[in-house]
């Protein structure tokens, strides 16, 4: 088949539409969905979804056509047959389904620019009808393999928060697609990774049909098929089941944080895990475990009876951990939870690990049974202290001596990872001497794993603002305080303790007052700090600014040099003979003693006797105007500047 052929028969069936005489164009038609057979097979591709919908009766035909030019070796060819069945759909929207089925099992294609084409394809007709598009994507999901499986679920994920308005704004939707999940997760559920049931479940939650608490028969729904995962495990001894497992924990808690029982799960875990912890990595046990012990999950709304029920499984696990490969992460959670369960129920606690019991043979068994776990926690105990103090100090040095980089980044990881040991290796020691002493109480210790900030309300914001408002005040409230004393009906040693007091908060205040950007006492120029300093601080220390110009101060100055005597007023003048001359009357105005006085004259005079005759004159004037300034006469600044 030549290209002249294809040309010939694409006219035919372009023309006998145009015409309205589609009837003729069938032929032409049938000729070329046979080209996706022969050499023209990159001129077919957009061509045939192109006509498909004049002639439904060929549809069949048609998206034959289209899958096998999906499987040929070029990859330009199956890209355009990919985005041939977005054309289709556009035109059929009753193929939507059977499309989606077919592009559901290409989502393993391992080309990356083939998967882009895909998604850009399969994106759009997903969102154009999502009852048949999820209708024929949870086919595959609980009918094909572990790979596919693992490509539609995240399929199916990312869509549906894409669609989410759309989704939101139909709550019947809704329903139908959790209908969908909950068959599936029964079904098939045991047989998922547990990345395909994290998928699943977290679209389930993120619903609002889910969320808004008003479909108790759905929440039941959703408990009776997440315990039927947990059941169908039969062991925990493989890294996939205990994946599967921690997602029907999850699911679990949020159920019971609903007000809907699932104690089951958690009591199924520490039965399963008494088994097959060994085969499982530490970590992967201590977050199964971490998940019981949140508060936003189960152990919160643990009554009496779940203690009873739940008591005897956690203590058994923590004995063979204890006694085994010790996890000190899951004994700090094991022991977290007996002290709690146990102080809901103390009695049945006590009698289970032997501080009490009726047959005293009985209760000395398990009494020691108890100090040997707790024995071999301490020998860890001291093995691990003193191994992370050690790296502690090693890392500490590393740290010091590194710049900047990713490997510094690394390090500190690791510095936190040890610190969270240390302190889960004190939790552990502090609530194993508890039970040594005899008591179950419900200790309030913070976890090493700690756990997630919840996200402050709009009161607690409130309250936050109004303390910041309060204190930017800085003081005044206590400054009211301080300000009144009732003497009346008060006595003289309590009123003069009340002075003290209110002297105190003065100060106080005054250095509250320089807090902050700078200022007060400890900031500003007159402070030890620096900053900007006081109002008060700056007009005290500081001379008013001079608003001539610098320039011009100087040529007044120099100006000025040689009269100096004669721009000094009245009162300079009458100040030099005074001084000069030594006078009694002048010494008892300013009220010094007559000795202070002829020393100071003496020393003046001896000062003026030693200079040379030209600068006599001068220096009395420098002299008598440093006098002037300490008196606090008023002279000129110029003549301050002159004389000086």
Known sequence: ???????????????????????????????????????????????????????????????????????????????????????????????????????????????DEELKVLHSTFGPIFASDIKQASQAVFHHIKNGSAQLKEKTTQFFAGQVQKCKKAIAADMELQQYLIDLILDVVTEAGNSMTGKDLQNLFRTLTSFEVFRDNKHPSLLRRVKEAVEAIATGEATLDNEEAAKRFRECLIVGGILTSKSVDCMDIPALLFSKLETGYPALGEDTVSELVKICTRANTYSKRMTETHAEKLFPSVYALFGSIAEGKVNLQACECLLFLIHNLGAKKANFAKQMIGLEGVDETDQLAKKAALLGFTASLSKELVLKTSECKEELKDLAKK???????????????????????????????????????????????????????????????????????????????????????????????????????????????????????????????????????????????????????ADAKRNAARGNRENTAVDVDAKVVNKVTKSVGGSNNSSKARGQDKSEKEISSNSHNSKIEGRNNGEEEEAVAVDVAAEVVAEGIEVPIFSRRCLC
């Open 1 to 111: 088949m030549s290209s002249t052929e294809f040309y010939k028969a694409y006219s035919m069936v372009s023309n006998a539409i145009a015409d309205g005489k589609i009837a003729e164009g069938k032929a032409g038609y049938e000729e070329l969905i046979n080209f996706a057979k022969g050499d023209c097979k990159n001129l077919v591709a957009p061509v045939i979804p192109k006509f498909a919908h004049h002639f439904p009766d060929q549809l069949d035909k048609a998206i034959n056509a289209l899958l096998d030019l999906c499987e040929d070796e070029s990859s330009s060819i199956r890209m355009d047959a990919i985005r041939g069945f977005r054309v289709l759909t556009d035109h059929i929207p009753e193929s939507i389904s059977r499309v989606s089925s077919l592009l559901t099992q290409l989502l393993i294609l391992e080309d």
């Open 399 to 549: 740290i010091m001596a590194m710049k900047k980089g990713e490997e510094k980044q690394e390090l500190k990881k690791k510095q936190s990872q040890c610190k969270r040991t240390l302190k889960c290796a004190t939790n552990v020691e502090t609530m194993c001497d508890f039970l040594k002493a005899g008591k179950i109480v419900s200790i309030p210790v913070v976890l090493s794993y700690g756990g997630r900030r919840a996200k402050p309300t709009k009161e607690a914001k409130d309250a936050a603002k109004k303390v910041l408002g309060e204190k930017r005040k800085r003081g005044k409230a206590d400054a009211k305080e301080a300000e009144g004393i009732d003497k009346l009906h008060m006595s003289l040693d309590d009123i003069v303790k009340a002075e003290k007091d209110v002297v105190k908060k003065q100060k106080k205040i005054a250095e509250a007052k320089g807090r902050g950007r700078g200022k007060g006492n400890r900031g500003g120029r007159n402070g030890n700090k620096s900053g900007r300093g006081s109002r008060q601080q700056r007009s005290k220390s500081q001379p008013p600014k001079k608003k001539k110009n």
